[in-house]
């Protein structure tokens, strides 16, 4: 089953007002979502979506992890986005 492993890289501009830390893991399959931010889970699920229905983006080579963050301008949390089979 493929799934696709977010993780808290960096936290740009103090502390996430979520309480999200740098070093989180989040796992997403077809069938479920992690208990996420409603900000944070509303910019991942597009790039969730794409990587597990086989999807990839042009600026990644083939495996490599892509870079996210969440909306919010004062405590941006940057994730990376991974999928394993």
């Not at 479920?32 to 910019?43: D, E, F, I, Q």
């Not at 969440?70 to 999928?83: H, I, N």
Request: charge should be negative; include cysteine; hydrophobic fraction near 40%.
């Amino acid at each position: 089953m493929s799934k696709v492993i977010a993780e808290i890289v960096e936290v740009r501009g103090g502390r996430c007002s979520a309480g999200h830390e740098v070093g989180q893991v989040f796992v997403f399959t077809r069938e479920k979502t992690p208990s996420l931010c409603p900000w944070a889970m509303g910019a991942l699920l597009p790039a969730v979506a794409v990587l597990l229905n086989n999807g990839n983006f042009y600026w990644a080579g083939e495996g490599e992890p892509t870079r996210w963050g969440c909306p919010d301008p004062d405590t941006t949390v940057v994730f990376s986005l991974r999928k394993e089979e």
